[in-house]
């Protein structure tokens, strides 16, 4: 089993920045892709950015390219959202997720293993 807990979120203004952080506990950290999703309220949630297992594989939403980066430390057993250039619309909960695959995955129930998410609130 995997757990995840997600860290960094938090209030700015629009055109701030903020790093969410996504620590797991578990084996075989690297043997897994690894998501970002989010979800605004009233909506469904999205997916935003993923990972493979190795790093070398990375995907975005069209909404978040050239904004978010994502990236892992397999070694801290670590993946981070880094957010820059925050929209009003970027407001939301974002949920770190795992996949028992190294492969990524842009639909959500590919995703095995789910944080508690982290507030991210961006103001105009």
């Known amino acids: 089993q995997v757990q995840l807990v997600e860290s960094g979120g938090g209030l700015v203004q629009a055109g701030g920045s903020l790093r969410l952080s996504c620590a797991a506990s578990g084996q075989t950290f690297s043997g897994y892709a690894m998501g970002w999703f989010r979800q605004a309220p009233g909506k469904e949630r999205e997916f935003a950015a993923a990972?493979?297992?190795?790093?070398?594989?990375?995907r975005y939403a069209d909404s978040v390219k050239g904004r978010f980066t994502i990236s892992r430390d397999n070694a801290k057993k670590t993946v981070y959202l880094q957010m820059n250039s925050l929209k009003p619309e970027d407001t939301a909960v974002y949920y770190c997720a795992a996949r028992r695959s190294v492969f990524i995955t842009l639909v959500g129930s590919g995703y095995d293993y789910w944080g508690q998410g982290t507030q991210v609130t961006v103001s105009s």
């Open positions: 990972i493979s297992g190795g790093g070398s594989s990375i």
